[in-house]
Structure formats: structure tokens, C-alpha cells
């Protein structure tokens, strides 16, 4: 092994799971944006997904339409809470919301629990999930390089779509004054819709790779997504789409930074020492990296 | 707040509520000691016990309208904090077996009211060093960094294992707690609660609260006061641990972690967060409710089993159908009563 292709290797690992880090991220953003709520569901999100792909599994359709529709599932389950448990607390504090969401998520979870299994299933994956690739030194696992392709395919489509169509331009304008965007005859509902199922959608890619990784689907399996999605858009300021892609990503390579250069001894707190270090960076900065007036662009 | 009451004397009224307050949580203990019926006993100790973490929660959400949903780690840190102290050497070995014997710690034995105050200080150090940095967070930056902080004393706890046992389930811890007790230590955290809303303090950190700028141009330092209900409150969470350990007597990191963290703001929400009043009665609503629930659930799995009753329609084991219940509860409490049952206001207050 060499010093370059050791970079190689923890290039493509940070990127790939960085990237990942940054959708997580973005999902909690683009509702937090015009709604100020902080979705503690978005995890549940990514649990239904993850329950599609197990029980679509089971049928013959091919493995990439049982991801598309599971996919599709966490966007519809999206647009479903928002109108079943959000919409009717809309106009309250953002504290009563924030409670809201945290018993969306406790609501999931348990029926997840009690319909399903408490235990931990295996979800059926194509075979290039666990694949890898050597090229000279470097060895690659086939998902990493997919995960990079396919975050980036969705950070530039969710771009275009924010940029140039008319319920983009009216997310962006809503994320940046609600009451100005309604006045000017954009409706509430419709821009509120279209946040939870773009959130949703991200949900579902997540989960896609995320439950890839270990091939597991449980009731909590959206915990640990969901709070690197909060520290990612806390890091980068939570009212700003881009301060989440970065904040994604400063995450990801803090994660496999530490996995690689901490001493053993100290790997099993290597949680610990990323959110202290997050709260080191909040205490710098408490709106985030790229938050608040100094950040100025979405 | 808005309403001026007439002529009567400011302090009636909240002395009025303390006292309703201690008179229910007497009746309650003493009503329970009366029937004497084990698991209600249990039932109503877990209560008390849930009630001094609510109230502890409450004298900081209250008063800041901040969100915390760090406070179970503080409970945790309160636990194990308190056996460390209250476990002769002996039983240090059996319960802490990865503890060196030639550590200050091991060698210190308290008494147990002493050890539980141990608990609720360790809490504070902790609490208050990262305080000084929570404090400086609002809104949902703050209570995301809280969830952070749940997070990373429960992976501390876990891999700790010289201090926690880690993973493993620390036991033989002797059962000191008990009903007359955690009904003393409620009461006490009550009176606390209310002193402190009523307080210079308190009154600046509702002020904060409601408006932070123009409470500043008073005069009024917002970081300040808000450690200091931070500090409060998590002393009062480490207490709540302390009292729980010596009563479960045997547990593991896992109990500090989300499922109590839910029902703590569960109790808080339903009762009401801005009042003591909501603290107390939404703890003994949902710990009674959830009782009735927990003992439904466990009814309809036998009927399940015996194919007898309503039970056998069942298509699966029930588990945690009382989560389920008590989240759709809060749903339409915050839909509908979103200051909770007591609407955040004491049991009397002025003008009333």
C-alpha cells in the first residue's frame, strides 16, 4: 500500500459517504427551510423505505424497480404525514411541531414493531452491493462508487429543479419569506407538499444505500441517519440547502478521518468525538457554517 | 400573567399551589400505602420517580422555552453517579466488577441521601461545563445539540466499562428507595420548581423567553440566567437517576436512553410544560394511564395465547401498543390543547 493510494481509497470513502451524509441532510433542510419544523420522522422515512425494499423483495419485479417504488413509498409516506400529523399544527410554535415529529417518529417506530418484527430482517440486495474493485493498490467497493454517482445525479437534478421550475423557485422563495411567497399568491399547501415529498424522495435514496451497507432493516433503523442529518445541517446552518451538502460533507470526511487516524483505544468513543466536535464548531459559529445572515445564499 | 388580580396578596395564590400539589402527592402515597397492593406500589413509586425527572425537565422548558431532550442522560449520569458513592467496596465488586480497587472512588461509601445529592451534583459539573456552551444555542439548534449530548453520554457510558460495567446490566444494588421516600423527594422538587419560577431568576428566564431582545434592554442577561436554569434542572434529573437506580436495582445504559427520554416529554407536553401544575399532573396521568394500557396489552396477549376473549382476534403479540397510544395522545393533545391539560397554568393563579 502506498501513501497515494491510501488517499485514493479515503477520497472515494469520504466522498461516497459524504455525499450520502449531505441527501440525509438536505431531507431535514428543505422542510426545516419553510417550515421551521425540525422532522425527527425523517428517520421513520427512511425505516418505511427500508420496509418497501424488504417487502417488495419478495416479489418478482427486478431489483431496480423495487428500488424506484421504494423510493417512490418514502415520498408518498412523506406527503402523508405532512398532511396527517403537520398541516393541523402548522401555525403553532416551533416547539409544538418539533414535539409533534418526535411522536410521529415514536408512532412509526412502534407500529413498525408491532406489525413487522422488533427484530432486525434482511433485505434481498443485487449482487454489486458487495462487490469491490481493484484497480493497482486501490481496492473499491462497487456501492461507494455507485452512492458518489447517484448523489451527485440527485444533488444536480434537486439543483435544476430548485433553479428552474416554478414550484422550485417558489420552495426557494418560501424558504426565504413564507408570508411575503403566500402574498404573492403562491399556495401554502402546495409548496409544503412539495417539501415533504422532495424530503421524502431523499429519504428513500438514502435508505437505499444506507440499508445497503449492512442489509438490515429494524423499527429504529432510521436513528442513526436521522442524527447525522441533524448534526450535518446544524454544522452548516439549518436554513440553508447548500450549508446542508456541506455540512453532509465535512461530516463524512470527519467520520472516516477519525476511523482512520484515531488510535485504537479511542475508536470505540469516535461518536463522541464527532459531536464534540460539532459542538465545538457550534460554539464558534451557533448558526452553522454557512446559516444565518452571513451565509446569504440557498 | 395578564390578568391583574385585585387587592389579594401576590404570594397567595402560589402558596395555594404548593400546597395542593404536596396535598396530591400525599394522597396519593398515602392512599397507595394503604391498599398496600405490591404492584401498585411499584406502580406509584415509578410514578414519583418520573415526576421528580418531569418537574426537573419542567424548571428548565418551562421557564426558557427551550427543548431539551438531553435530560435522560443527566438521569443516567444521576444513576450511576449515586452507586458509586452509596455501594460499600464489597458490593462495588460484585456490581462494578471493572472498577480498580485501589481508586478513591471505590474505597468511598455514603449514605444513601447523601449519595443521591453525590448523583445530582455529578450531574451538575457535567451539565453545567456543557452548559456554558448549550446555553448559547436557540430554538432547534439547541435542541438538536441536547439529542447530540443524549447520544454521546449514552456511546460514553457503553464503552466505559471501568465506571459503567458498559453494555452489561450493573446489579445488586440495594433497593434504598421507596415510596415514602420518592414522595419526600417529590415534593421537595416541587417546592424548588415553583421557588424558582417565582424567583428573580425564574422571572428573567420567562422574560428571556418571551421576548430575549427586550428582556436584554432590562438588563436582563439571557445566557446567564438560562445556565442557571439549566443547572437547576439537570441537578434535579440527576437526583431523579439516583432514586431510580436504588430502586430498580439493577440496569444498564440502555434505560437512559430514548424510550424514557419520549416518555419524560411525553408526561411534560400532555400535563402542560409551562406550569409545575402540568409537571405533576401530566407525570401521574400518563404513568397511571399507560399502566392500564400496559396491563390491557399484557390481558389481550394471554387471550391471545388461551384463544379466549377478544384477545384471540389479535393477528400478532402486542408490544408496544402502550408507545402507540401515548404518541397518538400527544398528537392530539398538541392539535388540540397544545399548553397541555393544565393549559400551562398553576392549579390557582391570580385572579382566579
Known amino acids: ?298 | 400573567m395578564s390578568d391583574r388580580g385585585r387587592a389579594s396578596p401576590i404570594w397567595l395564590p402560589r402558596l395555594v399551589t404548593g400546597l395542593i400539589l404536596i396535598a396530591g402527592i400525599a394522597l396519593l402515597a398515602i392512599a397507595t400505602g394503604a391498599v398496600g397492593d405490591r404492584v401498585f406500589v411499584r406502580v406509584v413509586t415509578v410514578l414519583f420517580i418520573n415526576m421528580v425527572l418531569v418537574v426537573g425537565l419542567q424548571v428548565f422548558m418551562g421557564n426558557s422555552g427551550l427543548v431539551s431532550f438531553g435530560h435522560v442522560a443527566f438521569m443516567g449520569i444521576g444513576a450511576y453517579g449515586s452507586i458509586w458513592f452509596s455501594l460499600t467496596p464489597e458490593q462495588k465488586n460484585l456490581a462494578l466488577p471493572d472498577m480498580p480497587e485501589e481508586w478513591w472512588l471505590h474505597q468511598t461509601t455514603l449514605p444513601f441521601p447523601l449519595a443521591i445529592v453525590a448523583g445530582g451534583l455529578l450531574a451538575l459539573i457535567v451539565g453545567g461545563i456543557i452548559g456554558i456552551a448549550l446555553v448559547r444555542l436557540r430554538g432547534a439548534s439547541f435542541t438538536i445539540a441536547t439529542f447530540a449530548l443524549l447520544l454521546i453520554v449514552h456511546s460514553v457510558a457503553l464503552q466505559t466499562e471501568v465506571l459503567t460495567r458498559g453494555s452489561r446490566t450493573v446489579f445488586g444494588i440495594p433497593p434504598y428507595t421507596t415510596l415514602w421516600t420518592v414522595a419526600a423527594w417529590a415534593v421537595a422538587a416541587v417546592i424548588v420548581a415553583l421557588l424558582f419560577k417565582e424567583s428573580a431568576t425564574g422571572l428573567k428566564l420567562r422574560a428571556a423567553r418571551e421576548d430575549e431582545d427586550a428582556a436584554a434592554s432590562l438588563g436582563v442577561d439571557a445566557a446567564r440566567v438560562r445556565w442557571l436554569g439549566w443547572a437547576l434542572s439537570v441537578f434535579i434529573a440527576g437526583v431523579g437517576g439516583g432514586l431510580w437506580a436504588h430502586f430498580i436495582t439493577t440496569f444498564s445504559p440502555a434505560a437512559f436512553y430514548l424510550s424514557q427520554t419520549f416518555l419524560i416529554v411525553a408526561m411534560l407536553i400532555i400535563g402542560g410544560s409551562r406550569s409545575v401544575s402540568g409537571a405533576v399532573v401530566g407525570a401521574a396521568a400518563v404513568a397511571l394511564t399507560s399502566e392500564l394500557l400496559r396491563d390491557t396489552e399484557g390481558r389481550l396477549n394471554t387471550q391471545r395465547a388461551d384463544g379466549a376473549g377478544v384477545g384471540q382476534f389479535i393477528p400478532f403479540q402486542l408490544v408496544g401498543f402502550t408507545e402507540i397510544v401515548l404518541a397518538i395522545a400527544i398528537i392530539l393533545i398538541l392539535i388540540w390543547r397544545p399548553a397541555g391539560i393544565t393549559g400551562g397554568r398553576e392549579v390557582v393563579s391570580r385572579g382566579s
Open chain 1, 1 to 298: 500500500m502506498t501513501d497515494f493510494s491510501d488517499g485514493i481509497q479515503f477520497l472515494i470513502s469520504s466522498l461516497s459517504i459524504g455525499g450520502l451524509y449531505a441527501l440525509m441532510a438536505l431531507g431535514l433542510v428543505i422542510v426545516y427551510g419553510i417550515l421551521r419544523l425540525v422532522n425527527f420522522a425523517y428517520g421513520e422515512l427512511i425505516m418505511i423505505a427500508g420496509y418497501s425494499l424488504l417487502l417488495l423483495g419478495d416479489t418478482p419485479l427486478p431489483w431496480l424497480g423495487v428500488a424506484i417504488l421504494s423510493v417512490i413509498a418514502a415520498a408518498i409516506a412523506g406527503l402523508l404525514m405532512e398532511r396527517v400529523a403537520f398541516r393541523p399544527v402548522r401555525d403553532s410554535s416551533p416547539t409544538t411541531m418539533l414535539i409533534t415529529s418526535f411522536a410521529v417518529s415514536t408512532l412509526l417506530q412502534s407500529v413498525a414493531l408491532l406489525t413487522i418484527s422488533p427484530r432486525p430482517r434482511p433485505v434481498r440486495l443485487p449482487e454489486f452491493f458487495v462487490q469491490s474493485l481493484t484497480v493497482g493498490d486501490v481496492r473499491i467497493r462497487v456501492v461507494d462508487l455507485i452512492a458518489l454517482a447517484v448523489t451527485i445525479v440527485a444533488l444536480v437534478a434537486l439543483t435544476i429543479f430548485l433553479r428552474r421550475s416554478l414550484i422550485g423557485i417558489a420552495l426557494r422563495a418560501a424558504a426565504d419569506d413564507f408570508t411575503m411567497t403566500r402574498l404573492l399568491g403562491v399556495r401554502a399547501n402546495l409548496v409544503i407538499a412539495a417539501a415533504f415529498a422532495i424530503s421524502g424522495a431523499l429519504a428513500g435514496i438514502v435508505a437505499l444505500f444506507w440499508i445497503g451497507r449492512s442489509s438490515l432493516v429494524e423499527p429504529a433503523v432510521g436513528l442513526q441517519p436521522v442524527l447525522i442529518a441533524f448534526i450535518a445541517s446544524v454544522v452548516g446552518g439549518l436554513d440553508s440547502l447548500r450549508g446542508a451538502v456541506l455540512g453532509g460533507y465535512v461530516l463524512g470526511f470527519l467520520t472516516i478521518g477519525l476511523q482512520t487516524w484515531l488510535p485504537r483505544e479511542l475508536l470505540d468513543y469516535r461518536d463522541a468525538v464527532t459531536f464534540g466536535i460539532v459542538i465545538v464548531i457550534l460554539l464558534v459559529r451557533p448558526q452553522g457554517l454557512l446559516g444565518g445572515a452571513a451565509g446569504g445564499g440557498r
